[in-house]
C-alpha cells in the first residue's frame, strides 16, 4: 500500500515500510500483482501481490542465504532445480559453482522472468546462462515427473505458502521432491519469518519431518522483510554434513565461510520449541 510516498507492507500484524520515489512498472499477470517501485534507499524493489520480493539493496542476504549454505555443503553439486526465483539472484548465485553444470528454473510466472530481466539486469544476469533450462509451469506437476531428472540440490525461493503457492509445503509436494533428489540430495525452502510466520513455519517442519529424514533451520537476515529475522528450512535422507565441501567462485557480499557455521545455530527458544530431540 503506497500513501504518502511510503510503502507499507501491513498485511500481517506487523508493518514494514521502504520510503517509494515513484512507480516504475505496475501490471495484473495471470496469477498476481506485479510492481516495480524506485525507492529513496533501498534502489528497486519488486512487489508480488504488494509483498516485497526483492530490493536492489539488500537483495543478496536472501539470494546468498539459500543458496551458498544448500550448495556448498553438497559433495558434488551439478544438477540443481530452482522453484520460483524468477528475479534469478539463486540462480546467479548457483551459478558461481564449478560442479554446477545444469539448472531447471520452474517458475509459474513468466511476467516475473520479463520484469526482472527488464528492471533487475543484475539479479537477472545469468537467466540466459546456457546451463539454465527455464519451464514456465506450476512446480507442484513438475516435481510429480520431473523429465526422469535427479537432483543433487533442490531450492525452493517461492512466495509465501498462500494461494497458487500453498501447495508448496504440503506432504504430498515434499514426498514428490524427495523422488526427485538424488540419494545425499537436498532440500531446501524459505520458510518465512520466525516472528511473524510461526504457525506456517510449524506447518512446514511438520510435513516436511514427515517426508525427510533429517531437517534443521538456517536462520538469517533479511532488512527489508517483515520483522527481518528470516528462516530457511532445509532438509535430506541423509545425515546433514554442514561442512563447506564446495567454495563458490567470485565475489558474496554476505555469506563466508565464518558466517555459515552461525547462520545454522539457532535462538534458545526456536531450539527448545522445535529442535530439541531433532539430532542432525
Known amino acids: 500500500m503506497l500513501t504518502n510516498g511510503w510503502f507499507f507492507e501491513d498485511d500481517m500484524a506487523f508493518a514494514s515500510a521502504i520510503q517509494i520515489k515513484n512507480s516504475l512498472y505496475s501490471t495484473k499477470s495471470k496469477y498476481q500483482k506485479i510492481d516495480v517501485l524506485e525507492s529513496v534507499k533501498m534502489g528497486k524493489v519488486l512487489l508480488l501481490d504488494n509483498k516485497v520480493m526483492v530490493t536492489e539493496n539488500d537483495e543478496f542476504y536472501y539470494h546468498e542465504a539459500i543458496a551458498h549454505t544448500s550448495i556448498s555443503i553438497h559433495p558434488n553439486p551439478k544438477k540443481l532445480l530452482v522453484i520460483g526465483g524468477g528475479d534469478g539472484g539463486t540462480i546467479r548465485e548457483a551459478l558461481k559453482y564449478n560442479t554446477v553444470n545444469e539448472i531447471d528454473l520452474v517458475e509459474i510466472d513468466e511476467e516475473v522472468i520479463n520484469v526482472s530481466k527488464k ?42 505458502p498462500e494461494g497458487f503457492a500453498l501447495g508448496l509445503i504440503s ?23 520466525l516472528l ?85
Not at 539454465?132 to 526422469?148: F, R, S
Not at 506432504?171 to 519469518?193: D, V
Open 119 to 160: 528492471y533487475f539486469p543484475e539479479i537477472a544476469s545469468e537467466l540466459t546462462n546456457p546451463k539454465v533450462k527455464l519451464h514456465t509451469c506450476d512446480a507442484i506437476e513438475y516435481v510429480k515427473n520431473p523429465m526422469g531428472a535427479l537432483y543433487d540440490v533442490i531450492l525452493c525461493d517461492s512466495t509465501d
Open 171 to 193: 506432504k504430498e509436494f515434499y514426498k514428490n521432491s524427495l523422488l526427485a533428489l538424488n540419494k545425499n540430495g537436498i532440500y531446501i525452502c524459505q520458510s518465512g519469518s
Open 196 to 280: 511473524l510466520q510461526e504457525d506456517e513455519f510449524n506447518t512446514n517442519l511438520e510435513n516436511m519431518r514427515s517426508v525427510f529424514k533429517y531437517v534443521d533451520v538456517i536462520v538469517s537476515i533479511i532488512p527489508s522483510y517483515p520483522g527481518s529475522l528470516w528462516s530457511f528450512l532445509i532438509a535430506s535422507n541423509e545425515p546433514l554434513n554442514k561442512t563447506i565441501k564446495n567454495h563458490p567462485k567470485g565475489k558474496t557480499k554476505y555469506w563466508n565461510s565464518e558466517l555459515h557455521e552461525k547462520l545454522f545455530s539457532k535462538p534458545q527458544w526456536l531450539k527448545e520449541k522445535y529442535f530439541t530431540l531433532q539430532t542432525t
